[in-house]
């Protein structure tokens, strides 16, 4: 079962940044927070990960909050192409992924 | 970089029939992957790879699944005979054994009739 809670669907306009949120209270000390995206009829796409400190690359940032049992991706300046299912996932070390429902985001012109 | 290929992308069969997926992973990506993902659901891990050994196969439906990867390198995986509902995608995954991350395929979408 997937250690995470996620709402079900959100709306976003374009321009805007998209703040989705993500909870995993359970999380244990050695697992990571990852993000992926899975655009319509396309596999999962990786976006990014963390332990403990923020993160920031060119597509999205990360922010885990202190006690690590929440966590935030924000899309900076959210586009139409950004829409997408949007996966948040605990995991540890060389574990593969086990993927919750998700939150369907949506971009709106 | 070529990403993971999966065949065929679309397949239509009547139940009892059987079918086969092809999955090329990533040169150089010694674990890989099956997932299993129904309409409306988050994808759901079938079988992984370590090259041509299975590490977990723990929610692979036996009775009618089956997956191998003979030379570790590429992989089938079989079905044999389809019910109603294995009806899905089928997405084949790589990992990066140097950052973790998984690169998955375009997938595979099974039609039972």
């Known amino acids: 079962d997937a250690k995470t809670t996620q709402p079900p669907s959100m709306d976003c306009a374009e321009g805007r940044a998209a703040n989705l949120p993500c909870n995993h209270s359970t999380i244990s000390g050695n697992e990571y927070v990852y993000w992926y995206r899975q655009i319509h009829s396309q596999g999962p796409q990786y976006i990014i990960h963390?332990?403990?400190n923020n993160e920031t690359n060119e597509m999205a940032s990360l922010i885990i909050t202190e006690d690590r049992k929440s966590s935030t991706l924000i899309l900076p300046h959210a586009t139409l192409r950004d829409t997408a299912v949007y996966y948040c996932?605990?995991?540890?070390?060389?574990?593969?992924?086990?993927f919750g429902k998700g939150t369907h985001l949506i971009i709106q012109p | 970089e070529a990403g993971v290929a999966q065949s065929p992308r679309y397949k239509i069969i009547e139940k009892r029939q059987s079918v086969a997926f092809w999955c090329n992973p990533i040169s150089g990506h010694a674990t890989l992957y099956w997932y299993q993902q129904i309409l409306g659901q988050g994808p759901k891990l079938l079988i992984q790879?370590?090259?041509?050994?299975?590490?977990?196969d723990s929610q692979l439906p036996k009775d009618r699944f089956s997956a191998e990867r003979l030379k570790g390198v590429d992989s089938t995986l079989k079905i044999q005979p389809a019910k109603l509902e294995d009806s899905a995608v089928y997405l084949c995954?790589?990992?990066?054994?140097?950052?973790?991350?998984?690169?998955f395929g375009e997938g595979s979408r099974l039609t039972v009739l």
């Open positions: 963390g332990l403990k």
């Open positions: 995954a790589s990992k990066d054994g140097y950052t973790g991350e998984l690169f």
């Open positions: 790879f370590q090259n041509n050994g299975v590490v977990d």
């Open positions: 996932i605990v995991r540890g070390g060389a574990d593969g992924l086990t």
